[in-house]
């Protein structure tokens, strides 16, 4: 089975307290998994290793099996790994069409002289990006949202609008911290249905850090169980149901799918 992102031997620790102690793991290419536990387990510590905005004490960080450990979050990205925060990144007073877009400009092959003149290169590259973004923004099935401002969605259209947002650059791993927070019922199994599409159609691989635990446990093709900063468990949804450790630490009455 190929791998899409590898940890090896990982450990982070802030003034002194350990965040992650000894993680290996390995997300399987085109696959959902799950990242689960209590808070303060070092789910989201992970995430930030894997991306590039925390730098472990020890091990590596494998990404289509180059070590990209220590490396600048933009390098990473740039070698086609994307994510999604906890707190909205939306710009607010911009447009959903115009946050799609802002980080597009950073691959902009128009120079500043391009840029302040218009020229057509530059207008060119614009109208590229515009349609790139809308592209993005109707396979979510959000493009009617494009001319409202950021802050008009509600937390959960955010959301959505976030995960658009890393698929403009066909990603070939995408990291979630909570995609499903703010959501209805019924927008969840949206967003279930949008993921599978992602995995299916896209070959997208999806690391996905979630507490709604219908969905991490419907979705997700392997789960990796945390707590205190240490990896205490992987495997099928019933494989984690039926550990223990698993249910002692995190899962007990949320094992229902409450």
Do not use: W
């Not at 019922?185 to 949008?194: C, G």
């Amino acid at each position: 089975m190929s791998i899409a992102l590898e940890l090896s031997n990982v450990s982070l620790a802030f003034g002194g307290v350990y965040a992650l102690s000894d993680v290996s793991v390995a997300f399987p290419k085109g696959k959902i998994i799950g990242i689960i536990g209590p808070n303060g387990a070092g789910k989201t510590s992970l995430l930030n290793v894997a991306s590039g905005l925390s730098v472990p004490l020890q091990g590596r960080v494998l990404l289509k099996g180059a070590d990209v450990t220590g490396q600048k979050p933009n390098r990473i990205a740039g070698l086609g790994l994307r994510r999604t925060f906890q707190a909205s990144q939306l710009f607010p007073s911009m447009t959903v069409l115009e946050n799609m877009m802002a980080g597009l400009h950073l691959g902009s092959h128009a120079g500043l002289f391009a840029c302040a003149l218009r020229t057509p290169r530059m207008r060119r590259e614009e109208e590229e990006m515009r349609e790139r973004a809308m592209a993005a923004l109707d396979y979510v099935g959000f493009a009617h949202f494009a001319d409202r401002p950021g802050n008009a969605l509600s937390f959960g259209q955010q959301r959505i609008v976030e995960i658009a947002r890393t698929l403009i650059d066909a990603p070939e791993v995408v990291l979630l911290d909570e995609p499903a927070v703010g959501l209805s019922v019924n927008r969840v199994a949206e967003l279930d249905a949008l993921l599978r599409r992602i995995r299916d159609e896209r070959g997208v691989t999806i690391v996905m850090i979630e507490h709604v635990i219908r969905l991490v446990m419907g979705v997700s093709d392997h789960i990796v169980v945390m707590n205190s900063g240490r990896k205490i468990a992987e495997g099928s949804a019933d494989e984690v149901r039926e550990n223990q450790e698993v249910v002692t630490a995190y899962l007990g009455a949320q094992g229902s799918g409450h």
